[in-house]
């Protein structure tokens, strides 16, 4: 007989005939993975026989039901496929530095394998105090003032959830990092949306200002941003500051692109005036040093963000992997040539793509930051950014990302798709030359 359950596991009474008597047994329950809306026979009084669920339910759970699998999973299981070049997916496909890699084994053969300090091991706080010194005169303390996490995306799940109460709002730019929404979804909280308006990616500050409300807690920037190549300006950085200084807000910057600057420069937001101690600066080592795998983030903020941050953390990874931290450690101390072959490799990539893809007849602008191109297909004659990506796919062997998943309506955002250059040139060049078959209507098939 069935008696309880514990997630995944059930109690039952079996006869002991050593004891002489019933005892409880723990055993796995299969019926878990049962996603059925029935309800079991004892629940709904239907005792013949009927399975005994009485925890069933759909699953997931009501709070990620509408999440589905992110586009970047759904894009990249296609691409594999059908053997399409994969532009879809923001890692590169070529390897990171060979004196980070070695950093890191030797911290393997050195013993370091037991769980790092919650917060990031003193290693990679002093070598993040002194980047950030370096590249922005901001001072942070190792100790208190920096958290390692697992890669930017345990960042920003660690900073709201450490910041929001249920109810409260963030706002958020549309297109927006998926994870953004899901975060704020999960920790109880509201996403308002200002729209960047293509092509140029603007926005109305007086938008900004509609979208706050008196339960508005935090603003979320993203510069350079994703999808759109975007570099927001020192001015516009500045209309958000004012804002968040008046209202009292905080502001979390996610700047994991700030290495990939093509046009202007990268202004962090924590060094405009007022913004220092109510900025939580989220950034990572993945995307600057080509090995996004390693998954080794951080934040930087005033001791009591922090403590916000941490206190979220503390319980999702609670630590990071130790040798990867070491071998970020050292990466973070390269010296700037480091960055600017970085910079001129992908400037040079972004130049052939641009070039290319505006040959081949796609109405495109040359991102002023990160590694992606948005790029507006529609004189190809198609209107629906999913019905184009499945057509790249499928006939002309290339994936890209549909950015109208980026949108609370994504009827904003059809027009558009994203390619990533983050790639060998060889592969970019492949991937123009199956791009090459498209063609407008009126120039033979599309
Ligand atoms: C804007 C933005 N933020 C965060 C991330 C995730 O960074 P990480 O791999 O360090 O979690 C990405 C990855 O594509 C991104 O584009």
Redesign the pocket.
């Known amino acids: 007989m069935r008696l309880a359950r514990h997630g995944k596991y059930a109690v039952e009474q079996v006869w002991d005939a050593a004891k002489g008597d019933q005892i409880p047994r723990f055993a796995r329950d299969d019926s878990f993975f049962c996603h059925s809306e029935e309800r079991s026979g004892e629940e709904t009084g239907h005792t013949g026989g009927a399975p005994y669920h009485p925890y069933m339910r759909p699953l997931p759970a009501r709070r990620l039901a509408g999440f589905g699998t992110t586009i970047?999973t759904e894009m990249t299981r296609l691409a594999a496929l059908h053997g399409a070049i994969n532009l879809a997916?923001?890692?590169p496909d070529f390897d990171g530095p060979d004196f980070v890699k070695e950093a890191a084994v030797a911290a393997i053969r050195a013993g370091r394998g037991q769980y790092a300090r919650m917060t990031g091991i003193p290693e990679i706080h002093d070598a993040l105090a002194a980047k950030y010194r370096r590249d922005y005169g901001l001072e942070y303390r190792a100790g208190d003032e920096i958290t390692v996490t697992?890669?930017?995306?345990?960042?920003?799940f660690a900073t709201i959830q450490g910041i929001s109460d249920p109810e409260d709002e963030i706002v958020l730019f549309e297109p927006y990092?998926d994870?953004y929404k899901a975060s704020v979804l999960m920790a109880g909280a509201v996403p308002r949306f200002v729209t960047l308006e293509a092509p140029d990616w603007s926005f109305d500050v007086a938008a900004v200002e509609r979208a706050l409300t008196v339960r508005t807690r935090a603003i979320l920037v993203?510069t350079p941003?994703?999808?759109t190549g975007k570099v927001f300006s020192q001015s516009e950085l500045e209309a958000i500051a004012r804002l968040c200084v008046e209202r009292d807000l905080i502001c979390i910057t996610?700047e994991?692109?700030e290495h990939m600057v093509y046009e202007g420069r990268h202004v962090p937001m924590a060094t405009l005036p007022g913004m220092r101690d109510r900025t939580i600066t989220?950034s990572?080592?993945?995307?600057t040093f080509s090995l996004?795998g390693w998954?080794?983030?951080w934040a930087m903020a005033s001791p009591e963000l922090s403590a916000a941050v941490r206190a979220a953390h503390q319980f999702i990874t609670f630590a990071t992997a130790t040798p990867l931290q070491h071998g970020a450690a050292c990466a973070l101390s390269a010296g700037p040539e480091y960055y600017e072959e970085l910079l001129a490799g992908y400037r040079a990539r972004r130049d052939y793509l641009v070039a290319e893809l505006a040959r081949i007849g796609f109405a495109v602008r040359p991102p002023a930051g990160?590694y992606y191109v948005c790029a507006d297909f529609r004189r190809f004659g198609f209107e629906d950014d999913v019905a184009f990506c499945r057509h790249l796919i499928e006939n002309v062997g290339v994936a890209a990302i549909p950015p109208s998943a980026f949108y609370d309506r994504p009827a904003k955002g059809l027009g558009y798709v994203r390619f990533a250059f983050c790639k060998e040139r060889r592969t970019l060049e492949a991937a123009v030359e199956r791009l090459s078959s498209l063609s407008p209507p009126g120039r033979g098939s599309g």
Do not use: L, M, R
């Open positions: 970047f997916q923001g890692f697992s890669g930017a995306t345990e960042a920003i990092y994870s993203n941003h994703n999808p996610d994991v692109y989220i990572s080592f993945g995307k996004t998954k080794i983030g990160t």
